[in-house]
C-alpha cells in the first residue's frame, strides 16, 4: 500500500532524509528503529504533510496515489493516521467535538454521508470499549492537562474512530510507563486485520514486545541501513546503536 | 513669577550662561516641547491617576550645590565603603562629595564627554527617553540640563563595587527643584551594579524630576536597585530608561517606601533578539503618600524575555497606581512576556488603580498579566492567631511573606539587608 | 401642522443588482438591499430637521423639547478621541436623519406587510409570521429609522408586558417613558448619546410589571437599508421589582461604499430582585476587503441595577462594523447586585474595534463577571477597554475578568486596557489576560485527523469563545458560530 522510493527531505536547508526505501504491504508491521536525529520523526512528518519539511528527491505512492502530491487532510482522508509524538493541546476544544468532525470530514472525503448524532454516539460507545477510554476524558478540552499516557490512548482512540488503513506510530512509547505501554500496544493490535499495516517509530525494544513486527529497518543518517525481522531490534537493544554505526562506517571506509 | 515664566528665566540664563555649550540645541529643542506641552495634568491620559501639576504652585527654585559631606554622611546606605558613590546635590553631580572606586568606571561631566571620544554614543542615545514620555514632564529635565553626568563602563569590565547614587535635595531654607541626569553606557560583556536613593534633608517641599537613561550593549549585564523612602514633603518623578541595544540581561527592583508624590517611570527597550529583562517593584504607603509605577516593556525585537512582578501593600490614605505597558511590535515574534501586579489594601481609605495593559502586533506571542486586589488573606491571619500568635504580629508575618519574594530580588547584600530593615522598622517586627 | 418637509419628502429607489448580490453572499450574506420606496428626509442636521422627526412621530410638546435641548448640548460637545480608533471625520450634515419605508403599516394585520419587506425578513431569518410564533421569539423589526413590526404583542399584553417600539410607547405610555428615559445614561454622557437623544427615530421599548417572568424571549432585528442614513436607535428596558426578562438583538445591514453611521442608546433598570439579561449579534456591515465602506458602531449601553438583589447581564457576539466603539455596562448600586459582560469581538481585514465593558461597584456586596474574547485577523485592530471600579462604600465587591485575544497572522494587533480603580479594603479584584494564537501545530494536528485548515480555524476560535457562546440563548448561538467562521473566511492559510 505504502511505497517510499529514494525520499530526500530537508528542514532549514539542513538535509534530513537521504534517501529512503520502504514498502509496505496490508497486514503488515514495520518498525522503524533508529538512535537519536536519525530521521526517524521526520519520515512520520514527511508522510503526513508536515509544512516545515522539502521533499528534494524521491516519490511516495499511497494506494497508487501520489502521496506527496496531497494535503494533509486528504492523506487523512486516503486512511493515513499519524499517532503523535506530541499530540497537541487545542483549549476550548472538546476533545469529543472534535474527533465528531475529524471523523465526519473524513466522511466527506470518502464520499459517505456525515454521521449523524446518533450513530456517532454508538460509534464512539463501542471504540470506548474497546479501548477502555473513559467518558470523562472525551468531554475535556483536547489534550489540555492530559497525562502523557492520557494523551497516547486519545491519540489510539483517535486512530480507532478514525478506522485508518496506515498508522504510523510516533514514539508512541516515549515518556510511558510499561503499563501506559501496554494499554496502548492493546489498543493497536485489537485495531490490526489483515487490511490495514503499521509503521510503529521507537527508540527502543519494548514496544516491541507488545506490538511485534514482522520487519525492523534501521534508520540512520537519513537513510535505512539495516533491514531485518524482529530480532534484529533485540540485537541493537543488546549492542547498542553503536554496533550499527561502526558497521556503517567501516563500510564506508571499504 | 508662575513656574512657567520662571523657567523660561533660567532657560535663558543658562543658555547664556553656557553659550557654546554642546547642549545648547539639545535644551532648546527640549525647551520648545515644554513650552507646548507643559506641566502634565489628568487630562493627560499617562497622568490621570498622578497630579503633579499643583504641586508647581509651590514655587521650586533652582538651587547650587551648598551641602558638605558632614550633611549627607548620615544618609549613606550600607556597604557603602566598598562601593563607588555618585552624589548628585539639587540635581547637579557633586564630584566632592563622590567617589569613584573601581578603574573600569569613567566618569565625566555630560559637557566634557561631549568633546571627547564618546561624543557620537552620547549624541545617539542621550534624551532617547523622551520617545517613550512625551510630556512635558520629561523636557523640563532636559530643557534645564546641567551638571550631568556621563558613566562609560568599559568593555567586559567586570565592576565589582556596585555604584551608589545618592539624589539629594537641600530644603532647609527653600522649595527645591532638582533635575539629576546621568547616561551610563555598559561595553560589550560588561557587568554594572547600581543602587540608588533620593534624600530630602529640611522640612520644605522639594520636587525631584530625575532622569537616568542606560544604555546596555551585546552580552553585558545591569542590575538596577532604586529605593524610595524619603519624607512626605519630597516629591519625585523618577525616570529609568534602559535600551538594550545588543543581545543583554537587565534585571532591576524598585522599592518605594514613603515620599509625597512619586512617580516612577520605568521604561525597558528590548531592541535586539534574546534580550531578557526582569522587573520587579515593591510599594508599601502609608499617610497621604501617592505612587505611581508607570512601566513599558517594548519588545522590538524577537525572542525576547521580560518578567514583571510589582506587589503594593497601601495603608492610611495612601494612594498607588501601577500601569504597565507591554508592547510586543510586529517583527518582535516569539516574545515571552510576563507582567503580575498584586495589591493588598489595608486600610478603608487607602486605594488603588491600576491598568496592566498589552498592545500586541505579532501573532506568535506568549503574553499574559494578571493583577489583583484584595485584602490581606483572613483565613491565613486566622490560622495564625489560632495558633497563639497576635494579630499585628500576624498580620506583619502575612506582609512578611507577601514582600519576601520581591526583596529577595536584591542581589546586593547590604541593600537587601537595607530594605529588609526598613520594612521591618515600618512593621515593627522582623523575622528571625 | 406639517412642516414643509413633511409635506414634500424626497423619494429613493434603490436598485439591487443581482449579479452583485450573488458574488457577495458567500462573505456578507447579509449586504443585499431592499426595493422599498422610502419617506426620508434631506440630509444634514438641524433644529428643522428634528421638529421634522418629531412632527413625523406625532410626537407630544414634551418630547420634541427635550430633543431640542439634546441637540443644544450636542452642538456644544466635542467627539471623543480617546479610543484606539483610527478614521475619517464625520459630516454629521452628511447623513439623512430620517428614513421610513413608504408604505404604512398596522401593526396587527402582518399579512398586509409590503411582500418586499417580508422577502427581506425571510432573508435575515426571521419571519413575522405563524412559523415564529411557533418558535415563541416575540420581534420587534426596526428598518433604517422605524419600527415596522412587533409580533405577540397581545399574548404579551395578557401578562402585562409592554413590547413596542419606543414612539408608540412615547405615544401610548408617556409617564413611564418620561419617568426612564435618560435615567441611565444622561443626554450629555457622552458626544453620541446628545446626538442620539436629538434625532432618536426608533428603537424597542420593554417594561416587565413587578413579579412577572417573560415567557419568550424578546427581540428586535435592526437594519439599516437607505443609502447616507444614520439609524439611531433608543431602547429602554425597565424590570419592575421580581421580575426576568431575556431580551435579543440582532443587526445587519446592505452593502454599501461609503460608511454610515450607528449611534443607538440601550437603557437597562432592574429593579429590587429584577434579572435582565441582553444579548446581541452584531452583524453590521464590516466594509470590504481593503477597508473600504462599512458601519460606524457608536454605542453607548448602560443598565443600572436599582434595586437590591437584581442583575443584568450583557452578552455580545461582535463580528461586523467597520468601527466599534461600544462598553456596555452596569452600574451596580443595589446591594448584592449582580453585573455580567460576556463578549467575543472578532475583527477582519480592516475593522478596528475597542469594546469592554464598566462594572461600577457601589451597593454592598456586589460581584460583577467579565469574560472577554478578541480575535483579531487580517490587518484588524481589536482592543479591549475596561474598567472596573469599586466606591468607598462599596464594601464585599467582588470582580472577576478574564480577557483573552487571539492573533491570526501578524498584520493585525490586540489590544488590552483594562482600568481598575479600588478605593474600599474589603474589594477583591481580579483581572486576568492573555494573547495567543491559532499555531501552525494545533492546525497540522487537525488536518492529519482529515479536518481542513477552514475547518480547523472554525473548531478552534469555537472553542476559544466558547464561554462566551454558552450565555447566549440557543437560537442565537448557533446564528453566532457561523458568523464566526465567515467573519474569518481565508484568514488562515
Known sequence: MLSIQNLHANIDGKEILRGINLDVKPGEIHAIMGPNGAGKSTLASVLAGRADYEVTEGSVTFWGKDLLALAPEERAGEGLFLSFQYPVEIPGLSTTNFIKSAVNEVRKYRGQDALDAVSFLKLMKEKMALMNMDQVLLSRSLNEGFSGGEKKRNEIFQMAMLEPKLAILDETDSGLDIDAIRIVANGVNKLRNSENAVLAITHYQRLLDYIVPDFVHVLYQGRIVKSGTKELAYELEEKGYDFIKNEINIEEQV | MDHINYIKEQFDQLQTAEAGSQLQAFRSKAFDTFNQLGVPTARNEEWRYTRIAPLFNNGFQLQENNLVLADVVTHRMPGHEKANELFFVNGRYSADLSKIISPSLQLALLEDALQGEHKELINTHLGHSAVYLRDGINALNNALVQGAVFIHVAKSAQVEHPVYIYNVTDGRNENVLSQPRSLFYLGVNAQLQIAETFITIGTQDSFTNKIMELVVEEDARLEYYIIQNDNAQSNLVSTTHIRHIGKSFSHGVTISLNGGIVRNNLNIVLEKAYCEAHLYGLYFQQGNSHIDNHTVVDNVSPNCYSNELYKGMMDGSSTGVFNGKIFVRQPAQKTNAFQSNKNVLLSNDASVNTKPQLEIFADDVKCSHGCTIGRLDEEGLFYLQSRGISEKVAKAMLLQSFVGDIVDKINIPAIRTHVEDLIAERLEYKVD | ?493
Open chain 3, 1 to 493: 401642522m406639517k412642516t414643509e418637509l413633511e409635506i414634500n419628502p424626497t423619494n429613493t429607489q434603490i436598485e439591487l443588482d443581482p449579479s452583485l448580490e450573488e458574488v457577495v453572499s458567500g462573505e456578507y450574506k447579509y449586504g443585499f438591499t431592499t426595493n422599498i420606496e422610502a419617506d426620508e428626509a434631506p440630509k444634514g442636521l438641524n433644529e428643522n430637521i428634528i421638529r421634522f422627526i418629531s412632527a413625523k412621530k406625532n410626537e407630544p410638546e414634551w418630547m420634541l423639547e427635550w430633543r431640542l435641548k439634546a441637540y443644544q448640548q450636542w452642538l456644544k460637545m466635542k467627539e471623543p478621541n480617546w479610543g484606539n480608533l483610527q478614521y475619517p471625520p464625520i459630516d454629521f450634515q452628511d447623513i439623512i436623519y430620517y428614513s421610513a419605508p413608504k408604505q404604512k403599516i398596522t401593526i396587527d394585520s402582518l399579512d398586509d406587510i409590503d411582500p418586499e419587506l417580508k422577502r427581506t425578513f425571510d432573508k435575515l431569518g426571521i419571519s413575522l409570521d405563524e412559523q415564529k410564533r411557533l418558535s415563541g421569539v416575540a420581534v420587534d423589526a426596526v428598518i433604517d429609522s422605524v419600527s415596522i413590526a412587533t409580533t405577540f404583542k397581545k399574548e404579551l399584553a395578557e401578562q402585562g408586558i409592554i413590547f413596542c417600539s419606543i414612539s408608540e410607547a412615547i405615544q401610548e405610555h408617556p409617564e413611564l417613558v418620561r419617568q426612564y428615559l435618560s435615567s441611565v445614561v444622561p443626554v450629555t454622557d457622552n458626544y453620541f448619546t446628545a446626538l442620539n437623544s436629538a434625532v432618536f427615530t426608533d428603537g424597542s421599548f420593554c417594561y416587565i410589571p413587578k413579579g412577572v417572568r417573560c415567557p419568550m424571549e424578546l427581540s428586535t432585528y435592526f437594519r439599516i437599508n437607505a443609502e447616507n442614513t444614520g439609524q439611531f436607535e433608543r431602547t429602554l428596558i425597565v424590570a419592575e421589582a421580581g421580575s426576568y426578562v431575556s431580551y435579543l438583538e440582532g443587526c445587519t445591514a446592505p452593502i454599501r461604499d461609503e460608511n454610515q453611521l450607528h449611534a443607538a442608546v440601550v437603557e437597562i433598570v432592574a429593579l429590587d430582585d429584577a434579572e435582565v439579561k441582553y444579548s446581541t449579534v452584531q452583524n453590521w456591515y464590516p466594509g470590504d476587503k481593503d477597508g473600504k465602506g462599512g458601519i460606524y458602531n457608536f454605542v453607548t449601553k448602560r443598565g443600572i441595577c436599582k434595586g437590591n438583589n437584581s442583575k443584568i447581564s450583557w452578552t455580545q457576539v461582535e463580528t461586523g462594523s467597520a468601527i466599534t466603539w461600544k462598553y456596555p455596562s452596569v452600574i451596580l448600586k443595589g446591594d448584592n447586585s449582580v453585573g455580567e459582560f460576556y463578549s467575543v469581538a472578532v475583527t477582519n481585514n480592516y475593522q478596528q474595534a475597542d469594546t469592554g465593558t464598566k462594572m461600577m461597584h457601589i451597593g454592598k456586596n456586589t460581584k460583577s463577571r467579565i469574560v472577554s474574547k478578541g480575535i483579531s485577523a487580517g490587518f484588524s485592530q481589536n482592543s479591549y477597554r475596561g474598567l472596573v471600579q469599586v466606591a468607598k462604600q462599596a464594601s464585599n465587591a467582588r470582580n472577576f475578568s478574564q480577557c483573552d485575544s487571539m492573533l491570526l497572522g501578524d498584520k493585525c494587533g490586540a489590544h488590552t486596557f483594562p482600568y481598575i480603580e479600588v478605593k474600599n479594603s474589603t474589594a477583591q479584584v481580579e483581572h486576568e489576560a492573555t494573547t495567543s494564537k491559532i499555531g501552525e501545530d494545533q492546525l497540522f494536528y487537525c488536518n492529519q485527523r482529515g479536518i481542513d485548515t477552514e475547518t480547523a480555524v472554525a473548531l478552534i476560535i469555537n472553542g476559544f469563545a466558547k464561554e462566551v457562546m454558552n450565555q447566549l440563548p440557543m437560537e442565537f448561538a448557533v446564528e453566532a458560530q457561523k458568523l464566526l467562521a465567515i467573519s474569518l473566511e481565508g484568514s488562515v492559510g
